[in-house]
Each structure stands twice: as structure tokens, then as C-alpha cells.
């Protein structure tokens, strides 16, 4: 595989993961819950991880930990290893910022569920 179509291929799986956390960001944390009322499947997860990142991003770890925890759970039922991983990582993010124990476990599953489903996220694995 030519460079150029490896660097776009990464490019468009990474691509959606900073769009994420870029609205959570933007998007007040009440559109975000009124959004999650009516929403399943992956929409609920992307809705959860989004509502992770700006619960974050506001210092509710707590919430954080939920919506996460929420999302992981989903995710793995649903059978989106991509989404699990990325939920796995939202969860150790939540632990660390809330000096919880054992945050270093989320980051190291993340990264199992990528090598075991060949899952090529660079952004993800760096953040792990």
C-alpha cells in the first residue's frame, strides 16, 4: 500500500475521533443530554463519548466516568471494538483527572482491543 493511501486511510479513521471531542467542546453539555433521550445504537455511543469529553473538559469527572462506563458497556454489547477502545480510553481519562486508582487499566485494555481486532488508530494508541 502506497504511503499516500496508508497516511489517508489513518486520516479518515482519525479523522471523526478529534471531530468528537471538537463538539463536545462547542455543543453546551444540556444539548448533549437532551440529544442521548432519544438516541441507540453507535449514535448513543458517539452521543456518550461526546458528553464524556465536555463533561471533562467542565471538571465533572464523576459524570465523565459514567457517560463512559456507558458507553464501553454499549459499545461491546453492540460488537464496535473501535468504539469500546475509545470508550476504554475516555474512562482512564476520567480516572486520571479524578485521582482515581487503578487509571492506568482503561489505557492498556484500549490498547488490547486495538491489536486483537487489527484496528489501526494511531491518535488513540498515542493517547493510551
Partial sequence: MPLSRLLMAVLLVVFPIFNFSLAAQ??????????????????R?????????????????????????DAE????????PEWRAIALNRIGRARVQGNKRRSGAPF??????????????MALQLDN
Avoid at 28 to 43: D, H, K, N, Y
Avoid at 45 to 61: C, H, R
Avoid at 108 to 121: A, D, G, P, T
Fill in 26 to 43: 462547542n455543543t453546551p453539555i444540556w444539548s448533549l443530554e437532551e440529544q442521548l433521550t432519544g438516541a441507540s445504537g453507535v449514535p
Fill in 45 to 69: 455511543i458517539e452521543l456518550l463519548i461526546a458528553l464524556t469529553d465536555a463533561y471533562l473538559a467542565n471538571g465533572q469527572t464523576e459524570k465523565a466516568l459514567k457517560a463512559s462506563e
Fill in 73 to 80: 458497556r454499549l459499545s461491546n454489547r453492540l460488537s464496535q
Fill in 108 to 121: 492498556e485494555q484500549s490498547l488490547r482491543v486495538l491489536r486483537q481486532n487489527n484496528i489501526v488508530n
